[in-house]
Structures are given as structure tokens and as C-alpha cells.
């Protein structure tokens, strides 16, 4: 167990729709990172917060937005959702906000778009 | 040049052999070369990481190898067990002012046989 945890595990939904994915980090760390992982496009990051603002954006979609909340909790709103959008999102957490530090990644939410 | 190129896409290795993936990279920004294991269903996990001031580290069976004028990282498994079979993924990320996002190669799907 990495101690990041991410809810739900499976997310069913249809084209259009919009969800929110959760994240609580490992206690401890003040970064939370976003990826998506699919098999045509591999693991790609999304967005990194660190204690509540946004450091660092990757290809994320207009559509995607995210944020951190006080309590360091991050949330991962997609929007307008496409066929595309199935895959799996996870969340990672780190001590400090910089590279180098080890990553703890949640066992992720399955999202998939009928 | 934020790529990281990751070969082969499969391997098949029999119990006890060794199991080598390979990854290289462009971005001489890139000092932070972590290689994580993901079971199917799970999040992916931190094995091994180095940077480049070293050549070589060990952890038990897992060695990475590090030729930082090539700019090739390497991961090598010792005695593979059947446990090992796994999705092994090599990333990169700069330490410093860039925030601590991961890049990562495409991942190699290891099965060892019995």
C-alpha cells in the first residue's frame, strides 16, 4: 500500500458527461501529480500541485482541470468526456514540489466512456 | 527532446536468467532516472532510481546502469523470478526549478518462465 489513496476505482459514464476523480496523498507530502495512462499514449502527466497551487501542466486537455484543496487533497475534474478519454488516471504524491524525490503512486481510477 | 525511448515492448525470460531493459533519452536537463514496476491492476511502483553522478547502482537483484555520454539508462534483474513478471517502466525528470513531473519510456511487459 503506497498511502496515496484514489476513489473511485471505476468510473463508468457516457460521452459528454462530466466526472471528478479524488485523491488523497500520502501523509506527509505537500505534491500531488496527475497522470493518464493508455495504452496508445503510455503514462502522461497531467498536472502537479504543490501545497495548493498549480507548479507544473503537462498535455492536459482544456477539457481536464484540477485543484488542491487546503486539506492537500487534489481533484481531477474532466469535462465534455470522449470516447478517448478511457483510460486509466492516476495520482502520485511527493514530499517536496521539485524532482528527484520518490514518487508514491495511488492504484488508480479506470475510467471508461460509452 | 522530452522523450524517453524504451525497448524492447516484451521480453520472455526463463526463471534465473537475466532480464535487461533498456532506455535512453535527449534532455540533458534530465538528472533524476527512476525505473518503476507495475503489477496488473496496481499503480506503478518505485524500484530503483539513480542519478548521474554514479555509474552503477544495486538494490538486491535489481541493477541500473547509467552512461550518462550516451545518454542510456539501463535496468538489469538478476536470477528473474516468475514474481518479477511485471510492467516495468523507466522515466527521467529534471531535479531542479522544473517541477518533479516524470517522464516516461513506454514500458516493457516481463514474463518469466517457470
Known amino acids: 500500500d503506497s498511502g496515496v489513496t484514489q476513489t473511485p476505482k471505476h468510473l463508468i459514464t457516457a460521452t459528454g458527461q462530466r466526472v471528478t476523480l479524488r485523491c488523497s496523498p500520502r501523509?506527509?507530502?505537500?505534491?500531488v501529480y496527475w497522470y493518464q495512462q493508455s495504452l496508445d499514449q503510455g503514462l502522461q502527466f497531467l498536472i502537479q500541485y504543490y501545497n495548493g497551487e498549480e507548479r507544473a501542466k503537462g498535455n492536459i486537455l482544456e477539457r481536464f482541470s484540477a485543484q488542491q484543496f487546503p486539506d492537500l487533497h487534489s481533484e481531477l475534474n474532466l469535462s465534455s468526456l470522449e470516447l478517448g478519454d478511457s483510460a486509466l488516471y492516476f495520482c502520485?504524491?511527493?514530499?517536496?514540489?521539485?524532482?528527484?524525490?520518490?514518487?508514491?503512486f495511488g492504484q488508480g481510477t479506470r475510467l471508461t466512456v460509452v | 527532446q522530452q522523450q524517453v525511448k524504451q525497448s524492447p515492448q516484451s521480453l520472455i525470460v526463463q526463471k534465473g536468467g537475466i532480464s535487461i531493459i533498456n532506455c535512453a533519452y535527449e534532455?540533458?536537463?534530465?538528472?533524476?532516472f527512476p525505473w518503476y514496476q507495475q503489477f496488473p491492476g496496481k499503480g506503478p511502483a518505485l524500484l530503483i532510481a539513480?542519478?548521474?553522478?554514479?555509474s552503477e547502482k544495486k538494490e538486491g537483484r535489481f541493477t541500473i546502469s547509467f552512461n550518462k555520454s550516451a545518454k542510456q539508462f539501463s535496468l538489469h534483474i538478476m536470477d528473474s523470478q516468475p514474481g518479477d513478471s511485471a510492467t516495468y517502466f523507466c522515466a527521467a525528470s529534471p531535479v531542479y526549478n522544473q517541477g518533479g513531473k516524470l517522464i516516461f519510456g513506454q514500458g516493457t511487459e516481463l514474463s518469466v518462465k517457470p
Open positions: 502520485a504524491s511527493s514530499v517536496n514540489w521539485d524532482g528527484g524525490n520518490e514518487a508514491f
Open positions: 539513480i542519478r548521474p553522478d554514479v
Open positions: 534532455n540533458t536537463a534530465f538528472d533524476y
Open positions: 501523509s506527509g507530502d505537500l505534491s
